[in-house]
């Protein structure tokens, strides 16, 4: 991509950098290179027209946010998070259309940078809307961010109680969206939303039962709640824990420890099989070596798993999961967790530190009666203290007051049901640790045959390609002779 002055710098070196953001390119244009590179065009000269790089609250007029016509808020029932278009809030008006614009641009861009690129279900809620509040040029634009210049970051439009004299304006509204998008408009009412959106999520206007009432500062952007309780929601963060709760721990954390340490000397041989592979996971080696299979590699903490906490539904009872966090500074860290939904989890330890170079395991239980579901989401978030801090919960608290935002690293993870069978990851049933002898002998003795498979199919290959070499040779120097015999038969002719 040419560097010149149509594009932001910084944007022509995240292309380079970022195969994930050209892959999404890719499949939004269907893997058709001219019309990829058409749209990144088109999109990188928009990014710098609306300096896109540079949008934060501080640029933008307060009233903007104020206003409560855009926000972000919720998750429908695939987990993709809500983006809110409250129409009746928009008043059309020319003069500040820019404004708006750029606050669109504002809200897609802190959301892509903070949730990596995850897509998002549009809501345009027009309950309660008439003509002054209907705007086809800021609808379109709006459009126009997710078809031209998002790639890969819609995944529905849901439209709430439409009004009749809106039918015509729709109309053109499908034109601008083209086969694939049309097939992402969802019209709705009270009565089928909750096809597409729980009721958990939906205002009461709507039909559901989310008490959340939009108001600015702070910015409304996640739902999550501080912290979780090692032993439940609790309305402080101070609030102590009872001694019978605290021994249960200590002797549950104490059994766990003392058959992690029975199984480790029987998974160090499976440990030396994929050592090259660990050591692409993370610098530091977990002390009781549970292997993920992916790994967030931030600033300050290694996490593992990268993305997704897997839990089990009510049938298969899989009600627990390891999160493990791996400082990579020199320096304690301390974290502590959030929840989107801190009625449901226990997370133990959920306000701690972690000491330098050394891992951290985090166990996330559902309590009774409760279900993981594809909307909760956890937000792990990270800081260094200083060395001579203490790592009390006194100091801790008053290291959370203090810190700048600007210094906290977050993380966020997502939750993901499995129905059936058990995924390969960090999911731990009630009695995970209690793993029979047996069970790890099997998987090194699979580990083996599979190395040993692996190792003959290379050999193969490498014979194969052996012969294919041969035969290339073979067939030039075959080709050379004819050529050659043909010479000299022309050349005694003539």
Known sequence: LDKSDKYDSRDVERLQQDDKWVENYLIWR?????????????????????????????????????????????????????????????????KQQLEKKKLVAFWLEHYAKRDHGKPLTVVFDMAETG????????????????TDYYPNFLTKIVIFEMPWIMNAAFKIVKGWLGPDAISMLKF??????????????????????????????????????????ENGPITSEDEPESKEEIDADTKETGELNEEQNLNQKKMNSIEQISKSEETDKTEFKPKNAKKALTTFKGPLLHISPAEELYFGSKETGEKKCL???TNVT???????????????????????????????????????????????????????????????????????KEVPRTKVMEHRLRCHVVESSKPSSLTLKENAFNIPAKTNEDLHIQLTRLLQINKRLQEQIDRCLWFQQLSVVLSLLSVTVVAFCFYLVCTQRS
């Open 30 to 94: 269907h893997d058709v290179v001219d019309d990829t590179l058409k749209m990144i065009d088109e999109s990188f000269q928009w990014r710098k027209e609306y300096t896109v790089n540079d949008l934060t609250e501080s640029v933008l007029p307060k009233w903007l946010f104020e206003n409560g016509s855009l926000f972000l808020h919720g998750y429908d029932k695939e987990g993709y998070k809500l983006f809110w278009f409250r129409v009746k809030h928009h008043i059309r008006d020319p």
């Open 131 to 146: 003509i002054s509040h209907i705007d086809l040029d800021f609808v379109r634009f709006i459009i126009n961010c997710f």
């Open 188 to 229: 709705t009412n009270k009565s089928d939303v909750q096809e597409y959106i729980s009721g958990e999520y939906l205002p009461p206007h709507m039909g559901g039962t989310d008490s959340f009432k939009y108001s600015y500062p702070p910015l409304v952007d996640d739902d999550f709640q501080t912290p979780l309780c």
């Open 323 to 325: 999160i493990v966090l």
């Open 330 to 400: 020199k320096n304690i860290v301390a974290f502590k967790v959030r929840t989107t939904a801190p009625e449901k989890y226990r997370v133990k330890p959920s306000n701690s530190s972690c000491e330098p170079g050394t891992s951290l395991d985090i166990i996330v239980s559902l309590h009774g009666g409760f279900a993981a579901s594809l909307q909760d989401r956890f937000l792990i978030m990270a800081a260094e203290m200083d060395q001579s801090s203490g790592a009390g919960i006194p100091e801790l608290t008053q290291f959370w």
